[in-house]
């Protein structure tokens, strides 16, 4: 069953990326650079949960 993940951005907290992933990650939370529109730049974005 896939799992729901929600990515934060670091800057400034909007939880603004969802979705479900079929790999189960062992303790380590996931960082992605990506666009956040409030922002208005690319920034890391973590999991949360």
């Given amino acids: 069953m896939p799992k729901k993940i929600v990515l934060a ?5 909007s ?3 969802s979705y479900e992933s079929k790999q189960s990650t062992s303790g380590e939370r996931l960082e992605i650079k990506k666009f956040c529109s409030t922002c208005n730049a690319h920034t890391i974005h973590k999991e949360t949960k």
Wanted: hydrophobic share 0%; glycine share 12%; aromatic share 12%.
């Fill in 15 to 17: 939880r603004n990326y």
């Fill in 9 to 13: 951005c670091t800057d400034c907290g």
